[in-house]
């Protein structure tokens, strides 16, 4: 039927491809054959198509006849279907212009198809309304592969439906008055979207719709406000849900609640500090993954099998979780540009990073290759020796043998990378805790031992964080035994495991860092100061691997670098996290500084140079957290002119801090000074005089630097060197101080 049509075609080179397109894929055929006129559009589809140009040829769809809005969807698809797959198959496109397309294909059908079942439900029902008055619409989160703009040609789609507030809408229907709760219409509305696009039990779909991501899966509402999502996720959600969200985007509806939704819920998927805890979900997941695949006999499956695509994702994502809470740079939805960021945060190696993208580029075009064929959302290798050849071909191979040494050349390499992440090492969990937790060397000590092993069947802890201290116990026990003083190590060590008996991810993270394991023995033996930071913040472990003690830094403008980045992420208006974060870095930066000290990789003058440095920085960002505090409520001092002055305070150090001879408990001696005018007044919507203003100054950060808080205290502020001492000014201005310095000062002053 269509050899005429490709018989016409005047271009020989066109004509070749569309004709080897239409040998690999029925699929292919049957649409041509559907609409051979459309041919045409393959002589001009050397580009994606943008949103605009997608909605012209919708609109072309509705204008030429089509019945309503779900058979104009269903043409469109089935059209842009042809361009789509001719441009991938014969690589005009690549993989990622592919994935991309069909992502904002989902897009617009998934918007198109939602503004019509919208409108329906208005007209029968009423508008409803948020309580500001504003229209209420629903909020769809694209995830998995459309959430992350990698939509492969058979894919379905996983959608979660939501709204932002609860009311009620009054409506008429046979003369009568109803009512209809908010929830009652969108989930109205939502079963109108989906069979919009996913008429069940037909072939003939715009896409496969899966609802299962949902909240509570299919258990659950098809749609749920707001609050009841905060809700969940708070307190029922899981690791696997940590994994999806990581693809998330906000498609179709209130673009703008979506968003805002996602942020929200950005700290339940990416932990402020490193989550150790992701590993070991990952290996479990990868575990029921194996069996099943074992038990289907899935070992030909391009996506599950071994070395296959969800290899390759769950290393991307398994950092994501660990890091991306410390690392925004992370918290990326598409793949390739996570490994790319990998590298670049030093992760892992260009090289094991350049063969994850060339074996997912392999994989995944492999993916669409046997797709295309019959348009059905299958990962498994063909078995038919048909279908072998076409797969072959489309991936430029003669035959199917050199095909498959390159697949498994490719599925090799990934196997070998996920096996280093997730691998299993020590004890079996299964083994009693008694027969785990021997000690094997004679000390006092051992009594330690054996009351620390009761408490832990007191707690009655669960049985991941019973593994776990059975995987790390024997290896810590050997490491104390082997220290230079057995019973300090033990006593310290075992004070830290105590502290971090219900934190789970602690216990995991020194089971999966053996350098950081050895590190913490070694220095809790040489320091009870190292050993009691470690104990009262466990946070601090993360600091003890070789890659955090590498990028330790003393130098002032490094140090200003790494704080810029970690304040960045922190909202400008939450001064208490503002402050935790302060004191986290503080804490970070002089543990690994005292930890390179003690283990002679610095002197005690780079040390010390290293803590002033510190200081400094925390200093000044301390005084720009006050300036913005308080120039948001009162504006900025003027000068004599009633211009705004730009001048903060001077900040003197004395002492230790003067003198770059800081120790890790010093306090500071500073004082603080201002500009000579202060008569004027502030120019905000709050006016105080200039003088208040520049007190008010030096008490916010003196209440920023020593306010307690979860992770202590910045720095002790000593104010007592000031002109005049405790009875003088907190702030003098500058001519004040000089005036003082030249006729009132004591000798010991200067």
């Known amino acids: 039927m269509l050899k005429p049509v490709l018989n016409a075609i005047e271009d020989d080179v066109l004509r070749t491809e569309v004709s080897r397109i239409v040998g690999l894929s029925p699929f292919f055929r049957e649409l041509l054959e559907q609409t051979p006129d459309y041919l045409a559009m393959l002589c001009s589809c050397d580009d994606a198509l943008s949103q605009a140009e997608l909605n012209d040829r919708y609109r072309c769809f509705v204008s030429e006849g089509a019945e309503d809005v779900r058979s104009a969807l269903r043409l469109l698809r089935r059209r842009e279907m042809i361009r789509i797959i001719f441009r991938d198959l014969t690589r005009k496109a690549d993989l990622f212009q592919t994935t991309a397309e069909l992502s904002h294909l989902a897009d617009f059908c998934v918007q198109t198809a939602l503004d019509d079942c919208y409108q329906a439900a208005v007209g029968r029902y009423g508008q409803p309304l948020s309580p500001d008055g504003i229209p209420e619409q629903l909020i769809v989160l694209g995830m998995g592969k459309l959430g992350a703009y990698e939509l492969n040609l058979s894919s379905d789609i996983d959608l979660i439906f939501f709204y932002t507030h609860q009311g009620t809408l009054r409506f008429e229907q046979n003369g009568r008055d109803q009512t209809i709760s908010f929830q009652e219409f969108f989930i109205s509305l939502g079963r109108q979207l989906i069979s919009h696009l996913d008429d069940a039990g037909s072939i003939d779909n715009v896409f496969r719709v899966d609802m299962r991501l949902r909240p509570y899966g299919d258990s659950g509402p098809l749609v749920v406000h707001r609050a009841a999502m905060e809700k969940y996720y708070l307190e029922q959600g899981r690791d696997w849900e940590r994994y999806a969200f990581i693809k998330a985007r906000a498609i179709a509806g209130d673009l703008e609640g979506g968003r805002d939704f996602l942020s929200w819920l950005r700290p339940f998927v990416y932990r402020r500090h490193q989550d150790y805890s992701a590993v070991q979900s990952l290996r479990e997941m990868k575990g029921l993954i194996t069996r099943q695949i074992e038990l289907n006999e899935m070992s030909h499956d391009l996506k599950l099998g071994p070395g296959g695509i969800r290899e390759i994702e769950f290393i991307a994502q398994a950092h994501q979780l660990i890091w991306g809470g410390k690392h925004p740079e992370l918290q990326k939805p598409e793949l390739i540009q996570v490994l790319e960021s990998l590298v670049e945060k030093a992760f892992l190696p260009v090289e094991e990073v350049s063969a994850l993208k060339e074996a997912y580029v392999f994989l995944r075009n492999s993916e669409h290759a046997v797709q295309a064929e019959f348009d059905r959302q299958t990962h498994l290798l063909p078995g038919g020796e048909v279908s072998q050849r076409h797969l072959a071909d489309a991936m430029g191979y003669d035959d199917y043998g050199r095909y498959l040494i390159a697949l498994e050349a490719h599925r090799t390499r990934v196997s070998r990378l996920f096996a280093q992440l997730v691998s299993t090492k020590g004890a079996s969990p299964h083994q009693d805790i008694e027969e785990v937790w021997?000690?094997?060397?004679?000390?006092?000590?051992?009594?330690?031992?054996?009351?620390?092993?009761?408490?832990?069947?007191?707690?009655?802890?669960?049985?991941?964080?019973?593994?776990?201290?059975?995987?790390?116990?024997?290896?810590?026990?050997?490491?104390?035994?082997?220290?230079?003083?057995?019973?300090?190590?033990?006593?310290?060590?075992?004070?830290?495991?105590?502290?971090?008996?219900?934190?789970?991810?602690?216990?995991?993270?020194?089971?999966?860092?053996?350098?950081?394991?050895?590190?913490?023995?070694?220095?809790?033996?040489?320091?009870?100061?190292?050993?009691?930071?470690?104990?009262?913040?466990?946070?601090?472990?993360?600091?003890?691997?070789?890659?955090?003690?590498?990028?330790?830094?003393?130098?002032?403008?490094?140090?200003?670098?790494?704080?810029?980045?970690?304040?960045?992420?922190?909202?400008?208006?939450?001064?208490?996290?503002?402050?935790?974060?302060?004191?986290?870095?503080?804490?970070?930066?002089?543990?690994?500084?005292?930890?390179?000290?003690?283990?002679?990789?610095?002197?005690?003058?780079?040390?010390?140079?290293?803590?002033?440095?510190?200081?400094?920085?925390?200093?000044?960002?301390?005084?720009?957290?006050?300036?913005?505090?308080?120039?948001?409520?009162?504006?900025?001092?003027?000068?004599?002119?009633?211009?705004?002055?730009?001048?903060?305070?001077?900040?003197?150090?004395?002492?230790?801090?003067?003198?770059?001879?800081?120790?890790?408990?010093?306090?500071?001696?500073?004082?603080?000074?201002?500009?000579?005018?202060?008569?004027?007044?502030?120019?905000?919507?709050?006016?105080?005089?200039?003088?208040?203003?520049?007190?008010?100054?030096?008490?916010?950060?003196?209440?920023?630097?020593?306010?307690?808080?979860?992770?202590?205290?910045?720095?002790?502020?000593?104010?007592?060197l000031r002109p005049q001492g405790s009875k003088g000014p907190l702030v003098a201005t500058i001519g004040a101080f000089e005036r003082y310095q030249k006729s009132e000062a004591w000798t010991w002053e200067h």
């Open 438 to 720: 021997v000690n094997r060397w004679e000390s006092p000590a051992s009594q330690q031992v054996e009351e620390l092993r009761l408490e832990v069947r007191k707690l009655q802890l669960d049985d991941g964080v019973i593994a776990c201290l059975d995987e790390l116990m024997p290896r810590l026990l050997m490491l104390i035994g082997e220290s230079a003083a057995p019973d300090i190590a033990m006593t310290r060590m075992l004070a830290i495991v105590r502290s971090v008996l219900r934190r789970s991810t602690y216990l995991v993270f020194l089971d999966e860092n053996p350098d950081a394991l050895l590190k913490a023995v070694k220095l809790v033996t040489l320091s009870p100061w190292i050993a009691d930071q470690l104990e009262s913040y466990p946070i601090l472990l993360y600091e003890l691997t070789d890659r955090a003690l590498r990028e330790v830094a003393v130098a002032k403008l490094e140090l200003e670098g790494k704080l810029r980045e970690v304040m960045r992420i922190v909202d400008v208006g939450d001064l208490e996290s503002q402050m935790d974060t302060l004191r986290q870095f503080k804490l970070s930066a002089t543990v690994k500084i005292a930890a390179m000290e003690l283990l002679d990789k610095l002197s005690i003058m780079q040390a010390s140079d290293g803590l002033t440095a510190l200081a400094e920085v925390i200093l000044e960002t301390s005084l720009d957290i006050a300036w913005h505090y308080l120039e948001n409520r009162h504006g900025r001092p003027t000068d004599e002119s009633g211009n705004p002055m730009h001048s903060r305070l001077a900040i003197i150090a004395y002492g230790k801090a003067g003198g770059h001879e800081l120790a890790y408990g010093s306090d500071l001696d500073l004082v603080f000074l201002c500009p000579s005018y202060i008569q004027g007044n502030t120019d905000g919507r709050s006016i105080i005089n200039n003088n208040v203003f520049y007190v008010r100054f030096g008490q916010r950060i003196i209440h920023i630097l020593t306010s307690f808080t979860r992770f202590g205290i910045l720095y002790s502020a000593d104010m007592r």
